[in-house]
């Protein structure tokens, strides 16, 4: 444990009660700490290191572009590192002539996307259009509109009268359905769910549905039937809502596609990224949507109305610029997904353990939910912490897991990510099982 323990130290952390190892450095697929003890990074932080620690390549871009200059103001000038990162970034989009908008974290981008379709609505003459629909559970992040968005109660429960209101309907989360009905037979209730609440609120109110395309750490890795998505497509085009993809976990290679989107064929309008643009290198996150939405603003002589200080920072548009061609480069999005189908497949034989309640998740994006009683699927109380001690005892064994609480109930709920870095090789498929299976046991034991 760290010597710089709260409240010893200077650091406010989020987790006052408990120190944090302290790492040194970080290569390829491990991280270090002080006393040398080596964790394998089986969560690549939070879903965010997709090329790997340490890679020079990225590092060099980076002081290369600091050395000519770090920082502009995006309001003043334009610099190649953004212009060349959007044009890589729109390759990738799923519909032409994408423009993109690059700001620091996912919360602030989810926010500007929030801007951007009711700025657009108000262009549109629909100035009634200020409501938005997400879905519990959800997490689109920790600023009070995207927290707002989210269904995580132990993090709003204190700021809850601060919150950017939003109407929920429930999550295509079939482990837990909350009908306790089960695909196909149950219709997709999930995503008609959504047509009922454009109607019960006036469609001429909803500005926008903002949707997880293959849940994060809410829903761990909980991928949607095949038809959810082309469901909620049509349902936004009949009702004149737009359709938000936040790709803040799930974009740039991690489900082992460019976009989670890719896998249902779904044309959102707008999408958020963040995380994996840069591997983590630097804070970035991205805003991107069809020309057709900004050319409105363009023709009535406006402005986007959003930006920020650090917005296209030239440095950190520089190291996802050569994060981006790394990826393309050792092709590993497409590792990604074949590695991913291996780790899925390893991971599945600890279903035969009590605790393990169901393990899913597509690409580098794996959940795996613990429960106390397998055949009703009954979370343990959330007094027995059972998640914060399988990931001590992970990390103890040099293991680095990604924990979620209260997805059963709001409350109660626990379930680990594994995402580790898209560089992974078969032996460390093998040892990530083992470590995840010695912890099992051990908690059990005890
Ligand atoms: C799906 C999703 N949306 C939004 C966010 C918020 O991103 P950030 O923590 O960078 O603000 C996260 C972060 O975990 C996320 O997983």
């Known amino acids: 444990m760290s010597q710089y323990q709260y409240p010893k130290g200077n650091v406010l952390y989020r987790n006052l009660q408990h120190a944090l190892p302290l790492i040194k450095y970080g290569r390829g697929a491990y991280l270090y700490d002080l006393k040398g003890k080596k964790y ?12 790997g620690h340490g890679v020079r390549e990225v590092v060099e871009a980076m002081s290369g572009q600091a050395g000519k200059v770090a920082y502009l103001s995006g309001l003043q000038f334009t610099h190649f590192p953004v212009e060349k990162l959007a044009e890589q970034v729109a390759e990738f989009l799923p519909f032409p002539e994408g423009k993109v908008c690059f700001l620091t974290s996912g919360s602030e981008a989810v926010e500007a996307a929030l801007k951007l379709a009711r700025q657009y609505w ?3 003459g629909k100035t009634g259009k200020d409501r938005f ?5 959800s997490y689109h992040g920790n600023t009070l509109a995207a927290l707002g968005l989210s269904a995580r109660k132990h993090y709003q429960e204190a700021f809850r ?32 769910e959504l047509e009922e609440e454009i109607q019960r609120l006036g469609k001429d109110k909803v500005a926008a549905f903002i949707t997880e395309v293959i849940g994060g750490s809410s829903t761990g890795a909980s991928v949607p ?11 936004c085009n009949k009702n004149d809502v737009l359709l938000i993809a936040d790709e803040i976990m799930t974009g740039v290679g991690r489900t082992g596609k460019w976009l989670a989107c890719d896998h249902f064929d779904l044309v959102p309008d707008i999408i958020v990224m963040g995380k994996g643009l840069t591997s983590g290198y630097v804070p970035l996150s991205a805003v991107a949507t069809k020309k057709g939405l900004t050319d409105i603003l363009f023709k009535r002589g406006k402005s986007f109305l959003h ?18 061609n790394r990826l393309r480069k050792n092709s590993l999005v497409q590792y990604c ?18 605790r393990v309640g169901d393990v899913r998740g597509r690409g580098l994006l794996i959940g795996i939910e613990f429960v106390k009683d397998q055949k009703k699927k009954k979370p343990f109380p959330r007094a027995q912490k059972y998640v914060e001690r399988f990931v001590a005892s992970a990390l103890e064994k040099g293991l680095i897991l990604w924990p979620n609480i209260g997805h059963a109930d709001g409350t109660n709920g626990d379930l680990v990510l594994v995402a580790p870095p898209f560089i992974i090789t078969d032996r460390e498929v093998s040892l990530i099982e083992e470590k995840l299976a010695a912890v099992l046991t051990e908690i059990e034991e005890a």
């Open 40 to 51: 394998l990074d089986g969560s690549g932080g939070a879903a965010v290191v997709n090329i």
């Open 122 to 124: 108000v262009e549109m």
């Open 133 to 137: 629909i997400s879905r519990k559970p």
């Open 161 to 192: 009268p601060m919150l950017l209101k939003s109407s929920k309907i429930h999550a295509p989360y079939c482990y837990r359905c909350p009908w306790e009905k089960s695909y196909p037979t149950c219709q997709m209730k999930c995503a008609y």
């Open 225 to 235: 039937p095949a038809e959810y998505l082309q469901i909620v497509r049509k349902i």
């Open 337 to 354: 997904a074949r590695i991913g189908d291996v780790l899925q497949k390893k991971l599945n034989s600890l279903r035969s353990h009590p």
């Open 307 to 324: 930006h920020q200080t650090f917005a296209h920072h030239p440095v950190a548009c520089a190291a996802a610029v050569a994060t981006l």
